[in-house]
């Protein structure tokens, strides 16, 4: 292809379209054959040859065979899925479930595969199926696999979707029923995550009798609330209804407002009180701002933002749980609450202890330091983790050994990481503040710190692991390999 596409002519732009579609389509192909061979280069059942008591320590740490995908597919050892996320930089789950989907398609859709393998499919819409029909018995997914082999090339990918799930429940009608019959006995309430515009999703599934109080109080609140916004839609009011669910002093303020019995007499507490559903004596002591205060929930609230954004400066916070926002954003969200502001931590101390249980103080600061797991490419920001000794702790040193946990050797490690990085042979080095260094078992290397995880030189990262205790080698960073064309 030319290096100007201004070079093409109109035909050769449409063909370069084509060309280009095909090529990606056989280089997710490749991504997924590469997976396929990583699982049957590790595929040996790591409990082979043990006796009983080897045994139950190698399910004991995790040192076990998985299936990963559907009835039918060959199993992969857990120990081995640390590295291959890692070569492809991205979290585990995702190569996971990668390795998953190529396990269905090659081993329980080898029709569609085919289909794949030469290019004519799109790769994600087979991985979709394949993850669909991961429940369906093996001697079924015939059904399923020739149905959409059949059209996976020629038809809209809604009507392949749609097929493919009719044909599911075709393969495996009783555990539909089962799974539909579960789905409603089975109940849950959650809240997503926070989207780029500062909203979040409220998902439950209740018991339905409980569904029609629900939508009155959020039908009443929506209604107080005209009044304060006589612009807003009946949708938008009953978003900002919902939002009171989780400020019960203000909820119920909006649900009591305008049927106060003291200064109308004409009001029925009594009425008032199935109206609202709240027994009258309760009614009462809501009333009472110091019982209100009370039973209004508490919650700690981690703000980030730069001293210079509370002296007028154009900038953000960020808030643990919800995102950046504006700091506008962020005094409306802490508006009428009752706010208590701890003492400011500074990072930049080094505090440690002799102990091998991390403090509560010292895990603060290693979280406000890192922001969350210390594993390459690692996803998760929370702060349900172990703290981990990346220099593993050494117990029995001599008194005058210097402390070995603290915020000098000290990270916060999913449990499935810590895992890992304590059994499958990988290393790994805290070298800097918030600066770590690891090393894989088959040598690929990696830098974690503020600017996040990158490749680095194997023999960089040896000596980085090799160098003295305080010792912290900081070597130049390696120009990028890419050339981006800019001319016009």
Not at 288 to 296: E, K, N, S, V, Y
Not at 473 to 482: A, I, R
């Amino acid at each position: 292809m030319p290096e100007d596409l201004r070079d093409l002519s109109a035909r050769d732009v449409l063909d370069a379209a084509t060309s280009t579609l095909r090529t990606r389509r056989l280089l997710e192909v490749q991504e997924l054959r590469v997976l396929e061979q990583w699982v049957a280069m590790h595929g040996a059942d790591p409990l082979d040859g043990l006796d009983a008591r080897g045994r139950e320590h190698a399910r004991a740490i995790g040192k076990v065979l998985r299936q990963l995908g559907g009835e039918g597919t060959p199993g992969v050892q857990d120990f081995c899925l640390g590295e291959i996320a890692l070569a492809r930089e991205e979290h585990v789950n995702a190569t996971r479930s990668a390795m998953a989907d190529v396990l269905d398609l090659v081993h329980r859709m080898p029709l569609t595969w085919a289909v794949c393998l030469a290019g004519d499919a799109e790769v994600w819409v087979a991985r979709t199926v394949a993850s669909r029909s991961r429940r369906v018995p093996a001697d079924r997914m015939w059904i399923v696999d020739q149905a959409v082999a059949r059209m996976i090339a020629t038809e809209s990918i809604k009507r392949i979707l749609d097929v493919a799930d009719a044909k599911i429940i075709e393969a495996d009608t009783g555990t539909h029923e089962d799974e539909v019959a579960e789905a409603k006995q089975r109940g849950f309430a959650a809240v997503g995550q926070t989207e780029d515009d500062g909203t979040r999703m409220v998902v439950a599934r209740i018991d339905a009798a409980d569904g029609p109080g629900i939508d009155a109080v959020l039908e009443r609140v929506a209604e107080a609330l005209l009044t304060s916004h006589p612009d807003a839609t009946l949708d938008e009011r009953r978003s900002m209804a919902m939002g009171y669910f989780g400020r019960l002093g203000q909820l119920f303020e909006l649900l009591l407002r305008g049927v106060d019995p003291t200064t109308d007499p004409n009001t029925d507490p009594d009425a008032i009180a199935r109206a609202l559903a709240i027994p009258a004596d309760v009614l009462d002591l809501l009333r009472d701002p110091a019982i209100a205060a009370r039973i209004a929930p508490q919650a700690k609230l981690y703000v980030h933002l730069h001293e210079a954004v509370l002296l007028g400066e154009e900038g953000v916070a960020r808030v643990e749980g919800l995102g950046a926002m504006t700091l506008s954003e962020l005094q409306v969200l802490l508006a009428r609450h009752n706010v208590v502001v701890q003492p400011v931590i500074d990072l930049s101390d080094r505090v440690r202890t002799t102990a091998y249980e991390h403090p509560e103080s010292i895990k603060e600061r290693v979280h406000l330091i890192t922001g969350g797991d210390y594993w390459p490419y690692a996803s998760s920001t929370g702060r349900g983790v172990d703290y981990d000794h990346p220099t593993p702790y050494r117990p029995g040193a001599p008194p005058d050994h210097p402390p070995q946990t603290g915020t000098h050797n000290s990270g916060p490690l999913g449990r499935r990481h810590h895992r890992w990085k304590t059994r499958a042979g990988f290393t790994s080095r805290q070298c800097g503040h918030g600066r770590y260094v690891w090393l894989t078992p088959h040598g690929l290397a990696f830098l974690v710190d503020h600017r996040g995880s990158r490749r680095i030189d194997p023999d960089e990262a040896r000596q980085m692991l090799g160098a003295g205790e305080q010792v912290e080698l900081y070597f130049p960073d390696q120009p990028l390999s890419v050339e981006i064309n800019l001319r016009r």
